[in-house]
């Protein structure tokens, strides 16, 4: 009779062979965020964090920041960054106000006529576009680093920002122009006048909560099927369902919540919106698998036939328009254009790109992992406020955690 014993390098070597396709990097952010949601329901007085009027505000809050993040993890997988998106975003928000209040009282704007609230709104977006042409050059086409003509750019837009709105606030924006910032997707149409239910449920919320539902597992099923077909790696089975399971109970959860607040905030319809068509931009378009070329090996990429400096210049107007929209979301928002709007959301966007998983030498990254290191900052925010953590203990943290994100990024290159 013999027997067979299992040494520690083979039960560790098992393990891992079990766990191949399950990508540590992309599912330990998302577990970081369902404990921080957990960690505050259980911490804030009265469970405040996960209250419907708490996640309403939270999207609110965050939109324009998520919105600098989808355009930040396409400049960062390249091998760029972007420090000028926050003055970007305070300068485009000033054109808004100029575009679409027509401040009379101001000197030098009283030749301009004012714009339907929708013509202002694509005519900021494309000023953004034209910054982002302005910076492509530079970068693209004469070769400085994106990290000096963007720190100019923090300095030269910010300074536009000033002189545009000439140190004062413009405002107040027409009601159309203000809901993208603070406004709700069919806020009066309630469940309960339509079922007699005693509770209030916002009627749209609940449908878009069930597509989306329904969009998740037809996506997740999808991809995975066409991984199998093509004999690629593929998470286990059982890590797969509890995934999206966990996943799918948090969606529905929010979107009860928010059902019964004021519904689907229309800063939430934008972000879903571009989170898709970036998604399919980055995973099954030319232009995306070219950035994450350019990212990995820049020498492979020009060798390979990639005309990098087109990529690298469409990529600076990509972000310029998105700080663009951004800085609309800030000004409908607080319904005035401020000088001082968009202070430090470089900060915040290049933050939430890093904890979502992106690697600091570039060519790794997703949109959808931006999306949660934005959410899990977010979040910790939120949920300190509400526990009235002092802004000193407030940056601290938040220093910490992106410190954490990165050197566990070295760390899993390391082990690899």
Do not use: C
């Not at 949920?383 to 940056?395: E, F």
């Amino acid at each position: 009779m013999s027997s067979t014993t299992t040494s520690p390098k083979g039960a560790l070597a098992s393990f891992r062979d079990r766990f191949q396709g399950v990508n540590l990097r992309q599912n330990g952010i998302f577990l970081a965020l369902v404990g921080l949601v957990v960690f505050f329901a259980l911490t804030t007085p009265n469970a405040a964090s996960i209250t419907p009027t708490n996640f309403s505000n939270l999207v609110v809050q965050n939109g324009y920041i998520l919105v600098l993040a989808i355009g930040m993890v396409m400049v960062i997988i390249a091998g760029h960054i972007d420090l000028s998106v926050g003055s970007v975003a305070a300068f485009i928000g000033g054109v808004a106000g100029i575009l679409v209040v027509r401040p009379l009282e101001q000197d030098g704007w009283d030749w301009l006529p004012a714009l339907p609230w929708w013509a202002g709104i694509i005519g900021a977006i494309m000023v953004g576009g034209l910054v982002g042409v302005w910076q492509g050059f530079w970068v693209a086409y004469v070769g400085v680093p994106a990290f000096i003509v963007t720190l100019a750019g923090m300095l030269l837009f910010r300074g536009m920002a000033l002189l545009t709105l000439q140190n004062t606030n413009i405002g107040p924006f027409p009601d159309e122009f203000r809901a993208i910032g603070n406004g709700f997707l069919d806020k009066e149409q309630n469940l309960n006048a339509l079922v007699g239910m005693s509770e209030t449920y916002n009627f749209t919320a609940l449908i878009v909560t069930g597509a989306a539902l329904l969009a998740l597992w037809f996506a997740s099923l999808r991809t995975r099927s066409g991984k199998i077909k093509y004999g690629q790696v593929v998470e286990p089975t059982v890590w797969f369902y509890v995934k999206n399971v966990v996943l799918s109970l948090m969606l529905a959860y929010v979107g009860l919540q928010l059902s019964q607040a004021n519904g689907i905030p229309i800063t939430l319809i934008v972000l879903v919106f571009l989170v898709v068509i970036y998604t399919i931009v980055m995973q099954r378009t030319p232009f995306g698998r070219y950035i994450y070329a350019i990212g990995g090996n820049l020498n492979a990429a020009v060798l390979s036939g990639i005309n990098v400096r087109k990529v690298n210049f469409f990529l600076f107007v990509n972000m310029g328009a998105l700080a663009a929209l951004s800085g609309v979301l800030i000004a409908a928002r607080m319904n005035s254009a401020v000088p001082k709007a968009g202070d430090g959301f470089e900060l915040d966007a290049i933050s939430s790109v890093f904890i979502g998983g992106a690697a600091v030498q570039g060519g790794v990254g997703t949109v959808t992992g931006s999306m949660i290191g934005g959410l899990i900052q977010g979040v910790l925010a939120n949920g300190m406020n509400l526990n009235s953590v002092g802004i000193d203990i407030q940056m601290t943290i938040k220093g910490l955690v992106l410190l954490l994100a990165v050197a566990f990024d070295v760390w899993s290159k390391r082990r690899k």
